[in-house]
């Protein structure tokens, strides 16, 4: 998949056909969909394209405000996002900065300079509660008069239902809030995970006893937060267990960043810049602060335990799985 950061790109003049959207989570509602775009592109001989924005616009209103704890919890940084974009077969990947420029842009422009300036759309694929430009000013309707003026076929996708339920980037940050990770897997088709490159940390968990691999989470609120039983992927052959806790490690620092710390059982490799995904499969308790290293020392011997312990418990279902 090629990856755009802007619309200003000599290679972007192919006609193509485009989603949009944010893409949270990449779930099944925006998998069905997807599938739905890289088929009309491949039967109209077009370029498939998504177009998605960083920050997330409700981020960005957010800290206008200076409220930006009402901005939604993440549930998937860029990088998995785009990830997951490429494993649905998507050809392009457009990345706009949500910024002052773009969130005053009336809807009217956005079509001419973006959609059509831009991506050279000739197919454009929404969701059924779309709405874009300034205030939120257009719509399907609109967007599906403009096509009808100016040349492009317009598609709206209805919304996609697992049990009943709507799938939503919404629903996902519910269940992965509620510690509900079996739910979780069901909205997103896949176990809930994270992925980056194994950072140096400072060594803490390795003096304790339990060395870690430390990733980022590249925004201040992820979706899920807490200590799970986890599987880890690329470090070698097959994925090996452990234990992670993602969240801002309150008994040994204040800075409120947010990172992953996995521990994988029984394994002590060398792991700095490998790239590698830790599947979160179960939540075994919420993060926690502790008056003394020995205290921390010992709820993560807990937490081995607990886990160990949870892998025993569910080996078969796990060997039948694709995880």
């Not at 077969?89 to 059509?116: T, W």
């Not at 919420?286 to 080996?315: C, G, H, M, P």
Request: glycine share 8%; aromatic share 8%; net charge positive.
């Amino acid at each position: 998949m090629q990856l755009f950061r802007g619309f200003h790109h000599a290679a972007l003049t192919t006609p193509s056909a485009v989603s949009i959207g944010n893409f949270d989570g990449v779930h099944r509602g925006h998998q069905a969909m997807l599938a739905l775009l890289v088929n009309e592109a491949r039967h109209r001989n077009l370029v498939s394209c998504v177009l998605t924005f960083e920050p997330h616009p409700r981020d960005y209103f957010a800290a206008l405000q200076g409220r930006p704890e009402t901005a939604p919890a993440r549930v998937a940084p860029l990088r998995d996002k785009l990830a997951e974009l490429a494993r649905c077969g998507v050809d392009r990947a457009v990345v706009l900065r949500f910024d002052e420029h773009l969130a005053a842009m009336p809807a009217q422009e956005f079509i001419e300079r973006v959609l059509l300036d831009g991506l050279h759309a000739r197919y454009v694929l929404v969701g059924d509660d779309f709405r874009f430009g300034a205030r939120r000013g257009g719509d399907y309707a609109l967007l599906d008069a403009q096509g009808g003026r100016l040349g492009f076929d317009v598609a709206r996708m209805n919304a996609y239902e697992v049990h009943a339920q709507r799938v939503s980037s919404s629903a996902v940050r519910k269940a992965l809030a509620a510690g509900d990770m079996r739910l979780a897997e069901s909205l997103l088709d896949r176990p809930y995970a994270i992925s980056g490159h194994v950072q140096h940390g400072r060594k803490l968990g390795r003096n304790l006893g339990f060395a870690t691999l430390n990733l980022r989470f590249g925004h201040a609120r992820p979706a899920a937060q807490g200590v799970f039983a986890a599987r880890v992927h690329g470090l070698q052959g097959q994925p090996l267990d452990g234990v992670a806790s993602l969240g801002q490690r309150p008994t040994v620092d204040d800075t409120g960043q947010m990172l992953l710390e996995t521990h994988v059982f029984d394994w002590n490799g060398d792991a700095y810049g490998k790239l590698v995904r830790v599947d979160l499969l179960h939540k075994l308790r919420d993060e926690a602060r502790y008056d003394t290293l020995q205290a921390l020392t010992k709820a993560i011997a807990s937490d081995v335990r607990q886990a160990r312990a949870w892998f025993a418990a569910n080996q078969s279902q796990l060997s039948a799985s694709r995880i």
